[in-house]
């Protein structure tokens, strides 16, 4: 499989991708394709294609089907005359089958014809268990995850059942079975990746003739109850009306032919629009298709978006409700609609509910520019041993497993970076790691690595979120449930038992950061999130202490292990104080910083490692110079010593509110 670049000259068409995108949002079927428009979606990018995986798990179907042949004619005509060649044979398995009718196109993932029974098969790198079974919840509705995937194949069916008269078409998912478990060493490595421009594909390289796959990896599951269980639902087709699936189809097609805008309906599924832009863009800035929507239906102007609106309200479940009954900025928004009781925080400081709350009226105990609870951080230092360790994983997930033995999606850690504080606020980057060749398992690797780095002393160990913790549990079974134990395996699981055990059990428990943040600090530049991402550049916008710390360029190979010249963390550009991760050298060389960043905001999975987990997987399957390995590993150290060093600077803002210098 490819990522197929967009042809101009090819008739607009209502394709599944379209199709699945005028589900969620009819307006945005306007703004795709546009090169004038912000777009963060993941579609179509080669970056995120290689963090997703996708496309190797669309080889990985093929090897199964070794009766199927390719149409990789990327000229739509030529497409689906080779199509209607093969499907004159009365038995074939095609790949990419184009199908067409009237206004629809799409290319199938697998067409399987026997007869007059023809199967629509998607591949979706989509895990799948057994607790999943029909892709129903308890009350029988079709579950969140698996309806876009569903409303997908039910729409090639659709378009099946009207191109191939006379025939049955049937509709399947073939998704990743994640009970199943790889019998062969190496699979992942197999998968070679390479491009031409943003091209991805994908060829498997056996270790030798005829070398097995092993056990599938894969499941095959009928969908067509579940396919009609969606068809049945109204879809969204502008202005809030709805209309059946097929007249939704129609609808969706005849905008798209005749590239017109659906009219907007606002709800709270605008603020993961991927047309949508942080802020109004500035004249000459790409075109966010969000605040087009919203000026549109509120006649809004530029200024109108200047303190945000309701979408910002961090957690939030009530953001539609405020959005039908027109309370659109979080200054409308009363007590009585957030169903907020007043009430200061307590004894366990901030809750979502403040956080809310102070995002819509700037009235926190204290006032002034932000909330810090000194009282109750400094509770929470007292407990805390020095040297303080601070420590960050990058880990990858992926479909198709590197060793035998593993499951599909189970976790690889392949680096960490581990800073020190002392009690007299000496700073070094004590201890990082990186294991990335080809072919090679880091995991055991990587605990007793992280057990060299952290052992010496009884210092308090540091995280930020719940990601480390479960890595190292996770690593943990592996590493008992391994058929051949490790020699070792006895001292690492204790190791990892002493630092992420529940609770009271471990003895040197890892402190979660951002529990803390959350709980004692609030700045409106965060947006009630505690992620380190976001709280970083909020303190570095208000903490004297990191301008006194890191205004000059004091850090550098002294502390650092990767930085050959001394940098200054803390730097003002036209009076905003810079995010200091602007100020390090892309990841990737041949990609731009907006394609990198569009892999930590656009995915719900990938979250904030994207970037990592597609720099992995390319030090794993593309075939790149040497040079270029050693400048994304570099790059790699440098954004994890990074994130090592942004925990140090929110501890040290901390003391500095706290009188603890």
Known sequence: MAIRPKDPAMPRYLTKSRFTLGAQCPTRLYYYGKPEYLDTSLDDTFLGALAEGGYQVGKLAQLEYPEGVVVDDLNHDRALARTAELLASSKVTIFEAALSSGPYFVRVDILRKDGDRVDIIEVKAKSYDRDDGELRGKRGGITADFKPYLLDVAFQRHVARLALPGLQVRAFLLLVNKDAVATVDGLNARFKVARDGRRLKVDYVPPAPGAPLGDSLLHELNVDSQADQVAMDPLPVGGGKMASFGDAAAIYADAVTRDIKLAPAPSDACGKCQFKADFYPEPGASRSGFH??????????????????????????????????????????????????????????????????????????????????????????????????????????????????????????????????????????????????????????????????????????????????????????????????????????????????????????????????????????????????????????????????????????????????????????????????????????????????????????????????????????ENLPENARSAIKAGLLRYCELDTLAMVMAVQAWQGWCGNL
């Open 292 to 621: 087009e929507c919203w000026s549109e239906t509120y006649d809004w102007r530029p200024i109108d978006f200047a303190d945000g609106t309701v979408l910002d309200l961090w957690n939030c479940r009530r953001k539609d409700a405020l959005i039908k009954q027109g309370v659109l900025k979080p200054a409308q928004v009363t007590e009585e609609l957030l169903d907020y009781d007043g009430k200061p925080p307590g004894a366990k400081g901030l809750e979502g509910k403040h956080r809310q709350w102070y995002l819509c009226r700037p009235d926190w105990p204290g006032g002034g520019e932000f909330y810090f609870d000194a009282e109750g951080m400094r509770r929470e230092m007292a407990r805390w041993t020095y040297p303080l360790h601070f420590i960050d994983f990058e880990t990858c997930v992926v479909a198709i497993p590197f060793i035998q033995g593993r499951r599909p999606y189970s976790v690889t850690a392949f680096q960490f970076s581990h800073h020190t504080l002392a009690a007299d606020g000496a700073l070094m980057h004590k201890t990082q790691w990186l294991l990335a060749e080809p072919g090679t398992d880091p995991n055991y690797e990587f605990v007793r690595q992280l057990k060299n780095a952290l052992q010496g002393d009884r210092g308090t160990v540091f995280r930020w979120a719940d990601h480390e913790r479960k890595v190292l549990n996770e690593i943990r079974e592996q590493l008992l449930a391994a058929a051949e134990l490790a020699p070792d395996t006895e001292e690492l699981v204790a190791f990892i038992d002493s630092i992420a055990g529940p609770g009271e059990d471990a003895p040197r428990a890892m402190v979660d950061l951002c529990v803390l943040s959350g709980r004692h600090f609030f700045h409106p530049m965060t947006k009630g999130s505690a992620s380190l991402k976001k709280v970083l550049p909020a303190l570095m916008h208000c903490s004297l202490r990191l301008r006194e710390l890191y205004s000059q360029p004091t850090y550098g190979p002294n502390i650092s292990k990767n930085l050959t010249t001394p940098i200054a963390w803390w730097q003002q550009v036209d009076g905003k104080v810079m995010d200091p991760y602007l100020l390090l050298p892309p990841l990737f060389k041949d990609f731009t910083r907006e394609e990198v960043e569009a892999l930590d905001v656009a995915s719900e999975e990938l979250r904030e490692g994207g970037a990592a987990m597609a720099a992995y997987v390319r030090l794993q399957a």
